[in-house]
């Protein structure tokens, strides 16, 4: 009687596919870099607010409620459109409002109000390019390689959940809300 022995099947076969492993990689460092500027982004608030905590809820609201919003709109644009194309737009758009934050912060122009309204739209943005982001990455790897690649995609959200606040600490002490939003916008160029 002969045994087969089947080797365990794990996702990081998946990496693999040259572009799924670049895009993962490059996402990692993006999405920790967005995750900085979501911390940095209330910090700021609560300074040049006298810590008013209705700016605060505000500004959540802003950064989120766009995004939402905009969701069915978006995952019908990533059925129509090249989600590639959708990709290096809302990238690129979320880089300037990104650079946006950090010039208006160094230069001491940042009010509430411009810090929401840069939010708003940087929330319409990251609402266009979730729908896209979720559906390109099948794009990425064979068929029977898909569920892996959600599996790790899913992963490297959740790690840069872990990793962005943890650096957004460690940065906000040493150099400040400035950095964490230059940091941010450089790092959507990788993506």
């Known amino acids: 009687m002969t045994t087969v022995t089947v080797a365990p099947r794990h996702s990081f076969g998946v990496m693999r596919n040259r572009d799924f492993a670049v895009f993962w990689a490059a ?3 993006s999405n920790s870099g967005t995750w900085m500027q979501t911390i940095a982004v209330p910090f700021v608030l609560f300074e040049i607010t006298h810590h008013s905590t209705t700016w ?16 069915p709109l978006a995952g019908s644009l990533a059925d129509r459109v090249s989600r590639k194309r959708i990709l290096l737009a809302t990238q690129s758009t979320l880089m ?3 650079f946006g934050l950090w010039g208006v912060w160094i230069a001491g122009l940042a009010t509430p109000g411009l810090i929401i309204v840069l939010l708003f739209f940087s929330g ?7 729908a896209a982001w979720q559906s390109f990455v099948p794009q990425l790897v064979p068929s029977g390689q898909l569920i892996d690649a959600v599996r790790l995609n899913s ?17 906000l002490e040493a150099w400040g809300a400035g950095a964490c939003f230059l940091l ?7 993506v």
């Open 155 to 171: 992963m490297q959200f959740v790690a840069a959940r872990a990793f962005g606040p943890a650096v957004a600490g460690l940065v």
């Open 56 to 71: 605060l809820g505000i500004g959540a609201f802003m950064a989120f409620f766009p995004a939402l919003a905009i969701g």
């Open 184 to 190: 941010n916008a450089v790092t959507y160029v990788l």
């Open 96 to 98: 300037i409002f990104a």
């Open 124 to 130: 319409l943005a990251t609402g266009v390019n979730i």
């Open 27 to 29: 996402a990692l460092v």
